[in-house]
Nanobody, 129 residues
């Protein structure tokens, strides 16, 4: 079965850090743009950060710029989201996703317009003292 499996979520105090991981199970992530999205209670799912297949191009939501870093290790079939200086408003379920197989898809358009072909099951991040 082809799946995206997220891990690394948890409870952290404001100002703390977490690193999320997304692993492709049953398929390779090498050729996909991959994105991290989040959904807080009562809010729409939003793009947090997306990365090109090579890792050479990235996109970040304004709310996380300078605090979050997306990266990928294609040899490990894994995409990471390093989250630093966490704030209570970062509390959400975080999902990784593969980009839609459409022509000229970019990390920016994937994140901005939620152009996704497959979702992971999500991992909870709670930032609270």
């Amino acid at each position: 079965q082809l799946q995206l499996v997220e891990s690394g979520g948890g409870l952290v105090q404001p100002g703390g850090s977490l690193r999320l991981s997304c692993v492709g199970s049953g398929f390779t992530l090498d050729y996909y743009i991959i994105g991290w999205f989040r959904q807080a209670p009562g809010k729409e799912r939003e793009g947090v950060s997306c990365i090109s297949s090579s890792g050479g191009s990235t996109n970040y939501a304004d709310s996380v710029k300078g605090r979050f870093t997306i990266s990928r290790d294609n040899a490990k079939n894994t995409v990471y989201l390093q989250m630093n200086s966490l704030k209570p408003e970062d509390t959400a379920v975080y999902y990784c996703a593969t980009g839609s197989p459409i022509r000229d898809l970019t990390p920016q358009t994937m994140c901005r317009h939620r152009l996704v072909s497959k979702w992971g099951q999500g991992t909870q991040v709670t930032v609270s003292s």
